[in-house]
């Protein structure tokens, strides 16, 4: 069985009152789900988002706050990175990446100058500079300091257990709007289409049905879940169904970040900053569409990020102001996460992603 390895990327930077120093590699073991300290490759300046290739023996990251992305080759037995080199990303303040159906480009969505680009990538991994880039048109919303202008949030690839696709969704905090990218190839000029979402909303990041053509969207600034329809061969979006991710009696100012969704499709969860917790929805198991909510404590303060375990079994939520990663253990049959009492110290966690071969 290969070992497991998980990638945590953190915010380092005293502008953003952080403590982490760069990537924290740290072992799995399978059954428990117990992690055990690699290394941390350091210092970084805000790795804050991480993707793997395919082969899962190259890591990629953005840096959070500037203008560059970078690559790692990964040691398949012992986890650990080396350096392979650093590009610009065509825009400011990178948030989020994901290579290209073929593999040969990595695209990056680029929060401050609200435009994405496409590097393409060498065959020893490495990053080349940027072929391309498309900025996101559209009125912006109504929070006038969150939704000045453009700032697309997520850009992960519309692949599932049914689809696989060249479509990059785009949720754009800044405008409201929710966009499908696509290139043709290394190169080419990316092909748009959007959907508008609800005002104010502020679309964050996105999550997929593994077998239904639909798409979820966390909205950052009303604290919401979108559900919209998508079709995987023209890109047309269509908001189907809105509701609150907190508690209809919580008042307190609040954001919605990160989300995840069940490999069976039963229940996505969606991490609330501010009130600090965790909301489980049930989905529909005919239509897909979510329904009631229930919320589970993040035991730490700020989840800007969660994700599942490489199996499915685990939820991880990253407590961004607690440096903490906290581990659930979810119910089988209800999705429900109870937490297992495995608790990661990490400075101010922000992304964690697997490498299981």
């Known amino acids: ?5 998980a990638y945590v990327g953190c915010r ?3 502008e953003r009152n952080a403590r982490g120093k760069g990537i924290g590699v740290y072992a799995v073991e399978p059954s ?7 290394e941390s490759f350091e210092p970084l300046e805000n790795p804050s988002f991480l993707t793997l290739n395919e082969a899962q023996n190259i890591l990629y990251a953005v840096h959070g706050d500037g203008t560059e992305v ?9 986890g650990k990175l080396t350096a392979l080199n650093r590009q610009p990303c065509g825009g400011r303040n990178p948030v989020h990446l994901a290579l290209s159906q073929s593999g040969e480009s990595l695209v990056v969505a680029n929060y401050a100058t609200g435009n994405a680009a496409q590097l393409p990538i060498d065959p020893d991994g490495s990053l080349g500079s940027v072929a391309s880039s498309v900025h996101f048109p559209g009125a912006a919303g109504p929070h006038r300091i969150e939704q000045v202008s453009s700032h697309p949030h997520h850009i992960s690839r519309f692949v599932t257990r049914r689809y696989n696709t060249d479509w990059h969704i785009v949720p754009d905090k800044g405008l409201d709007t929710v966009f499908a990218v696509r290139w043709d190839g290394v190169d080419s000029m ?12 502020g679309p964050r990041h996105a999550v997929f049905h593994p077998t239904l053509a639909m798409i979820y969207v966390a909205n950052e600034l009303d604290s919401t879940l979108t559900a919209w329809s998508f079709d995987p061969l023209s890109g047309a979006l269509k908001p189907l169904h809105t509701m609150s991710v907190v508690p209809c009696d919580s008042h307190k100012l609040s954001r919605a970040a990160g989300i995840a969704i069940r490999h069976d499709a039963t229940a996505l969860y969606i991490s609330n900053r501010g009130h600090d917790s965790i909301a489980t929805v049930a989905l529909d198991g005919a239509t897909g569409i ?9 035991q730490g303060q700020c989840p800007r990020f969660i994700c599942l375990s490489h ?7 990253a407590n961004e102001q607690s440096d903490s990663i906290v581990q659930y253990l979810l119910d089988a049959k209800t999705g429900a996460p109870t937490p297992t009492g495995h608790v990661v110290s990490a400075g101010s966690p922000v992304c964690i992603t697997f490498k299981t071969q």
């Open 1 to 5: 069985m290969a070992p497991v390895f």
């Open 12 to 14: 380092t930077t005293h």
């Open 32 to 38: 428990s789900g117990s992690w055990e300290h690699v």
């Open 70 to 78: 970078s690559s790692y080759a990964v040691n398949a037995t012992t």
């Open 190 to 201: 990316p092909i748009p289409t959007s959907g508008r979402a609800r005002e104010g909303a």
């Open 290 to 298: 979510p329904s009631k909510a229930r919320w589970t404590d993040a």
């Open 311 to 317: 199996d499915g079994r685990m939820l991880y939520v």
